[in-house]
Every structure is written in C-alpha cells, then in structure tokens.
C-alpha cells in the first residue's frame, strides 16, 4: 500500500438513514469522479477545471450507462482539505446497499479500500494535525457527554500542542546555548547559566505538573464514573438502578437474588457520565450461579471509583451490612437509606454511618434523586473543572509520557543542585524533549503510530 494511492470508504455508519457519505481522497480523486458523477438536471460532464474548492454539486452517479443514484458532490481541492490532498465525498441516499455500490465503482475505477484511520493517518502524515489532534478526532466522535466533547475540541483545535510545543522550544533553546558555549566558549559564556536553566526547567516543571494533576479529571471527562451499586439482597438496587436509566430495564420483584449477574450500563448526568454497575446481593448463598455474581461483585467493589451502598431503612441492620460498610468506607462512597416511603424499622440506627454522605432515599417515587446526582458532582467535580479555559489530559498515554518527562527535569535539578557539568544536563533535557515530542507525533515508534490509527473508524 502506498501513500499516493487514491482511497476510498463509507465514513457514515450503514443502516438506513437519510444519507450515507462516501469519501475519496488522493491523486485520482477527481478523475474517478470525473467518469461516474453527470453534474445537475442536464447530466453535463464534471470538470474539476471548472469547480472551485469547497463547493457542493447536485447530480447523478452513472456506471455502465446505469444511473445508480442521485447524489451531492463535495469537492476539496489540495492542500486545503482534510488530508491535503484533492478529497471528495459523495452524500447519498441512506441505504447501505446504495452505499456499497458506489463504493464497489470507486474500487473498480482504481481507487484503494481505505484502512481504519487512514483519511487522519495522511492528514497526520502531512503535517495538516499533529498526533494529539489525531486522537482527539476519535474521541470527539465517542464523546457522550459535554465535557467530554468540549475536552476533545480543546485538543482538537491544538491547545495541547501548542503547550508542549512552547516547552519543547524553550528546552531546545537552553540545549543549543549550552552545546554551543561547549563548542566556542569565546563567545558564548555559561558563568552563571545554571541559574538561569534552573528558573526554565522550574517553569516548565510548573506546566508539566499542571497537565499530570488535571489527569484525575480527565479521566472522569472522557470515561466517566465507574460506579459500583452495592447492597443486600433486594435492597433495592435494581430499581436505583432504574431510576438512573429512567426505564425498566433492569428486572425488580419483591424476591431476594434476583439480579445474580452484573449489570452495566452508561447513564449521562449532564457534564459527565457515570458507568452504572448493579451487583448481586452480597449474601450467604449456596446457589452456585448467585456464587459467581457475589465474587464478581467484589471484584467490581476493589475497582470502583464511586459505590452507591444502597440500604433498606424499613428492616434492622445486619452484620452482613456493617461488615459490608467497612469494606467499602475507604473508597468514595455514598449511602443511600432507601424505602423511606415505608414505614422505617424501630431498631434502624442511622449512627453507624456517621462521617459518610447518606441521603435519604426512595427508589419507589424517586425521593433523593436530584441530592444523589448534585452529591456525585460535588464529589467529583467539586465545582472545579474549568472546561473552557483549561486543558485536561484524558489519555493514559500522555499521562505516562508528562510523568516520564516530569521525572527527567526533577533529575536536571539534581544535577544543577550538585554542580554536574553541562553537558550531564542537556541528556535528560533532551530526554524530556523526545517524551514531550511523542505526544504530538514528532517522535513515535512505528508500532504504536499504527496501533493508534488502527483504533479510528474506517472512513475518519
């Protein structure tokens, strides 16, 4: 496969739907258009010659002398679209197999099925977006919720490059100094230089440092909460469960053990999402199948980052409950006193879960909803994300290069603390110059550049 080959796929998803997109891009764009698209009511030839870049045309898809659609042509020529290439994309009707047959033409014509990713692969390869942008392209396209999305279209625009960008310069401007006050030292001076790398590295290190902490909210950004929902058996799990998708779609009756599997689902909340997991009922049990659920409940507990400890007020407390409440009071929790419309036990004692948020619940008309969703985003977010203003790191991968490039400047302060030669320094300046050049794609292995596009959309 080549980089000059003209490729071609269908960028919308297939079903029916009111249109589906065929995109090309490459060399011979123009020319495969040329020879099946009849422009307008007359079916005149398309002369790219005559088209201005950024236009939309009317007309028909023809092969063999068949008509096989009526379509509109987007035309982009080079270097201003998204590859840098000449791109066209044809909006068709919506059925897949009309999607597929103009799709099977463009091959026939000399066009190339187009990989995963491969429309941003070029628009990476010549230099239109950098590798941070590529992969804010894929989690624009999965964002469900509204940070998520406007976190994406931060990076999108470049607001992350353009920071490792201003560090990167500032580092290469102190390594050139150094190494050419090395190589002529009549003209260039170090006498004192330590002093002044010293207040650079330290004002990078601030930046880095900001970029790593915001990582904790980014995460919640892109992924959002996992959220364990925990309790005894008919507790009223499943119906919280409910309450959250608004439908029933978890199952509920009155008899214990019915959900005896983990549920999951993703439920937005607004700014973020929560992943909602509804356990089986910690219980003494000997039913094999309610085993396996209960074992696959604390497994979920040890990963959780929220658990929603669900109660039932109208009957007494177990040991069962306070052994499950002391597993859980180490992570993030809340308490939830469920079935206040009932009558409430005599021999209930709120006392034990004094220190932790609880709030009084019912999962019959909903009573406590709006407190439980406020008391997820006050303990997550806690008013503190700055979405418009500030940069977020929601990838794992750029969290582990920042930390990497912050421990190579810590070890430059070291080195200037214990008088090093220059020399020394410029090593984990340089080091922290190729990390920081990883996360925008000016330095990246091979394998990881692929596995990173291969993860696209055919088609983006």
Same mark, same amino acid.
């Given at each position: 496969m080549s980089d000059s080959d003209t490729i071609a796929a269908i960028s919308t998803s297939l079903g029916n739907s009111g249109i589906n997109i065929v995109r090309i891009s490459g060399d011979d764009t123009f020319g495969i258009i040329g020879k099946i698209f009849k422009r307008g009511k007359s079916k005149s030839d398309f002369n790219i010659e005559d088209i201005d870049s950024h236009t939309i045309h009317y007309g028909y898809i023809e092969y063999n002398g068949n008509c096989v659609d009526e379509v509109m042509v987007s035309v982009f020529k080079k270097p201003n679209s998204y590859t840098r290439d000449d791109v066209a994309e044809i909006n068709c009707h919506g059925g897949s197999f009309i999607a597929k047959k103009i799709l099977e033409i463009i091959l026939k014509l000399g066009g190339r099925l187009a990989e995963p990713g491969e429309f941003s692969k070029r628009a990476f390869l010549s230099?239109? %977006?950098d590798l941070s942008q590529a992969e804010a392209v894929m989690n624009l396209i999965s964002s469900k919720s509204e940070y998520s999305l406007k976190s994406s279209m931060s990076q999108m625009r470049g607001d992350l490059s353009a920071k490792i960008k201003d560090i990167r310069d500032r580092?290469?401007?102190?390594?050139?100094?150094?190494?050419?006050?090395?190589?002529d030292p009549e003209h260039y001076?170090?006498?004192?230089y330590n002093s002044e790398l010293e207040?650079?590295?330290?004002?990078?290190?601030?930046?880095? *440092?900001?970029?790593?902490? !915001?990582? !904790?909210?980014?995460?919640?950004? /892109?992924?959002?909460?996992?959220?364990?929902?925990?309790?005894?058996?008919?507790?009223?799990?499943?119906?919280?469960?409910?309450?959250?998708?608004?439908?029933?779609?978890?199952?509920?009756?009155?008899?214990?053990?019915?959900?005896r599997d983990v549920i999951e689902y993703t439920v937005n909340i607004g700014d973020i999402n929560i992943?909602?997991? *509804?356990?089986?009922?910690?219980?003494?049990?000997?039913?094999?199948?309610?085993?396996?659920? %209960?074992?696959?409940?604390? /497994?979920?507990?040890? @990963?959780?980052?929220?658990?929603?400890?669900?109660?039932?007020?109208?009957?007494s407390l177990t040991e069962r409950d306070i052994e499950l409440y002391k597993r859980i009071s180490s992570i993030p929790h809340i308490v939830l006193?469920?079935?206040?419309?009932?009558?409430?036990?005599?021999?209930?004692?709120?006392?034990?879960? @004094?220190?932790?948020?609880?709030?009084?619940?019912?999962?019959? +008309? /909903?009573?406590?909803?709006?407190?439980?969703?406020? !008391?997820?985003?006050?303990?997550?977010? +806690?008013?503190?994300?700055?979405?418009?203003?500030?940069?977020?790191?929601?990838?794992?991968?750029?969290? @582990?290069?920042?930390?990497?490039?912050? @421990?190579?400047?810590t070890n430059v302060l070291n080195e200037i603390d214990n008088d090093l030669s220059e020399d020394m320094l410029t090593i984990d300046i340089m080091d922290t110059y190729e990390y920081l050049g990883m996360i925008i794609g000016e330095t990246v292995d091979e394998d990881l550049f692929d596995r990173i596009f291969s993860e696209f959309c055919t088609g983006k």
């Open positions: 230099g239109r %977006i580092l290469l401007h102190d390594v050139a100094y150094i190494e050419s006050a090395l190589d001076d170090l006498t004192g207040v650079d590295i330290r004002q990078c290190l601030c930046v880095i *440092d900001k970029l790593i902490d !915001s990582f !904790s909210y980014g995460r919640v950004i /892109k992924e959002g909460i996992d959220t364990v929902i925990v309790g005894k058996p008919n507790a009223g799990k499943s119906s919280l469960m409910n309450n959250f998708l608004n439908e029933d779609r978890a199952i509920v009756t009155e008899i214990p053990g019915t959900t992943n909602l997991i *509804d356990t089986a009922g910690i219980h003494e049990t000997e039913d094999k199948i309610e085993k396996i659920g %209960i074992e696959k409940t604390l /497994k979920y507990l040890s @990963e959780a980052q929220l658990i929603l400890y669900v109660i039932d007020v109208s009957e006193l469920n079935k206040i419309d009932r009558e409430i036990s005599k021999d209930f004692d709120s006392s034990l879960f @004094e220190g932790s948020v609880c709030i009084y619940y019912s999962t019959f +008309n /909903k009573t406590g909803y709006s407190e439980l969703i406020n !008391s997820i985003k006050n303990m997550f977010l +806690n008013n503190e994300i700055d979405i418009e203003n500030e940069i977020y790191i929601t990838s794992m991968r750029h969290f @582990e290069l920042l930390r990497k490039a912050k @421990e190579s400047l």
